[in-house]
């Protein structure tokens, strides 16, 4: 049987230029005439996908459910032989990703903006993954890029609307199609990772004395939450909330941090919970937050490493290969490493350079700081097993200790008198001025090129402390495997005590500019419980002020506060 494909006249837009995650746009953008097709035809003109396996899933934010129809009239047109597609177009990006390796699929489009909001005046955004699961490298990326600049057409196949409502198998003119439940390849994979009778024997015997409570934020995680926590776990319905994926996340920001995730937050400490989580609006990310514990994403990852191999049979079994972080993220990872052993990748903000590693199995756990942890059973970052991680970790630790409740606290506690700390903080300008916001690298690479902060001492006014500037620099990394190398990927102020604050421009919103700054100050482990126990933001106060003023940040952005602190 034959099929018409239908060519279409269109051209060129400007500024399709995926980032790090995909394109992403305001939803407006998206829905300019031919401008979603352009885009998604530059990937099949970039990538050969004719005979190949597509899987297609999302965050199910606004325009989700016609970007996929889009995509199956673009994708048969351009010979998919078979798309598997997550029911109501719904999978979040690890799901997505472990679907793409479990069943070697070819590649995958994700429809997601990850953490940033949706709705019609929102953003939106599409994303290319390969064949190992993971984000498209930039070769991959670039490629796409140049086919959108000299688009003339698009090829369709148009035919009535696929129903991704049913799970089962269909086709779409020459293609098969199979809708596949969202949830439950993602939950067989965490139950072969983590122990889930140790967890929930912890929970049913604590059911009293431990409290959980999961945060949806009305993002993709809402059914696999109440799968894990409700289903598997046998926790009560009250233990998950904002569990309903919504197009435009219920009005929320759908990222989990203390300033969006203040319902979580204030739920956590009205009724003492012991275990709180969120997630975001794709999925990769999470915040673990118990009642007067916060745990940072650099802490996080940095306890997961320590505790992997003795608390999670994945990592019993396979053992650990190697750690990561994002070079933003804290170096309390490294010391980690250190003590067992085990090499210790820095690399720039973007998954994709993770993949490499894992791919050539020299890395097994890693994170950024932007509240993404994950490891090498899938390619992406992954919140909800980071969650699970820690809740397998607190139920090995109470086994180790009958007697004394061990909660996130007492963790971090252990973790600080073992390994010191770095105390942490991150500091978010969003939709700032990209003018002012270059003007601050720029006036920063001149530091760089004349050498000009070097040896120059700063006094902070509240605290008194003197810190001395022993460098300035960009991070440049060279990929140990493939030899590529990526330039400017920050700008690192050091200072000869150890602390050192970073400024990076960003590429994750939609709109504006938005510029970072990450503070980072080390104190020893003998630095006993009365330092190592303090609040964040007091540990750094003085370092805060010192990078204020020396990078004159609130003049070349016009603004005294951020938007958001982590």
């Not at 916001?437 to 902070?460: P, Y």
Request: proline share 5%.
């Amino acid at each position: 049987m034959s099929f018409q494909v239908k060519e279409i006249k269109t051209k060129p837009y400007d500024g399709q230029k995926p980032g790090t995650s995909g394109l992403r746009k305001r939803v407006k953008v998206f829905q300019q005439e031919h401008y979603t097709e352009n885009f998604v035809q530059a990937i099949f003109d970039a990538v050969d996908l004719k005979g190949k396996t597509l899987v297609i899933g999302g965050d199910g934010r606004y325009f989700s459910p016609e970007t996929v129809q889009t995509i199956l009239k673009i994708g048969s047109a351009n010979g998919v032989a078979k798309f598997i597609i997550g029911k109501d177009g719904i999978l979040s990006t690890p799901a997505a990703s472990n679907i793409i390796r479990k069943y070697k699929a070819d590649g995958g489009i994700l429809l997601t903006a990850s953490h940033n909001p949706g709705g019609p005046n929102a953003d939106f955004g599409i994303k290319y993954n390969v064949s190992n699961g993971g984000p498209a490298p930039e070769g991959v990326t670039n490629k796409i890029f140049e086919k959108t600049k000299s688009i003339s057409s698009y090829k369709v196949i148009e035919l009535p609307p696929v129903d991704l409502s049913k799970k089962g198998f269909s086709t779409y003119g020459p293609s098969n199609v199979e809708i596949v439940d969202s949830v439950s390849d993602y939950l067989q994979l965490l139950e072969s990772i983590f122990d889930f009778p140790l967890i929930k024997s912890f929970l049913q015997s604590h059911a009293d004395s431990f409290k959980v409570l999961f945060d949806g934020m009305h993002g993709v995680t809402g059914p696999y939450g109440r799968a894990i926590f409700v289903e598997a776990l046998g926790l009560p319905e009250s233990s998950v909330q904002n569990a309903q994926p919504l197009p435009d996340f219920g009005g929320g920001h759908p990222d989990p941090n203390l300033t969006y995730a203040h319902e979580l937050v204030e739920r956590v400490e009205r009724e003492g919970i012991h275990f709180g989580a969120a997630s975001d609006g794709d999925g990769d990310r999470n915040m673990i937050y118990g009642k007067g514990a916060f745990v940072t994403p650099s802490d996080s990852v940095a306890i997961i490493a320590d505790w992997a191999a003795e608390a999670i049979p994945y990592f019993k079994k396979g053992g650990i290969k190697g750690l990561a972080r994002s070079m933003p993220t804290s170096a309390q990872i490294d010391k980690v490493a250190k003590k067992k052993g085990l090499e210790c990748h820095v690399v720039p903000t973007g998954w994709k350079f993770f993949g490499n590693l894992m791919d050539a199995g020299r890395l097994s756990i890693c994170g950024e700081e932007s509240f993404g942890t994950g490891s090498d059973h899938i390619r992406e970052k992954d919140g909800v097993w980071a969650i699970v991680a820690w809740l397998n970790i607190l139920a090995y630790a109470n086994k180790q200790s009958p007697n004394q409740l061990v909660g996130i606290k007492e963790l971090l506690e252990k973790h600080y008198a073992v390994y010191g700390r770095s105390f942490f903080s991150r500091y978010d300008y969003e939709e700032v001025s990209a003018v002012g916001a270059q003007s601050l690298v720029d006036a920063i690479n001149v530091h760089i090129s004349t050498g000009s902060l070097a040896r120059t001492s700063h006094v902070s006014k509240s605290t008194g402390q003197k810190f001395t500037v022993a460098d300035v620099s960009n991070f440049d990394y060279t990929d140990p495997i493939d030899g590529s190398v990526s330039r400017n990927q920050g700008q690192i102020i050091t200072f000869d005590d150890g602390s050192r604050v970073v400024f990076r421009l960003s590429g994750t919103g939609s709109q504006g500019a938005t510029v970072r700054m990450y503070v980072e100050r080390y104190v020893p482990a003998e630095a006993g419980p009365a330092e190592l126990n303090k609040d964040t933001q007091e540990g750094l106060k003085g370092l805060i002020e010192v990078a204020l003023q020396i990078s004159n940040l609130p003049e070349f952005l016009g603004r005294d506060k951020p938007t958001v602190i982590t």
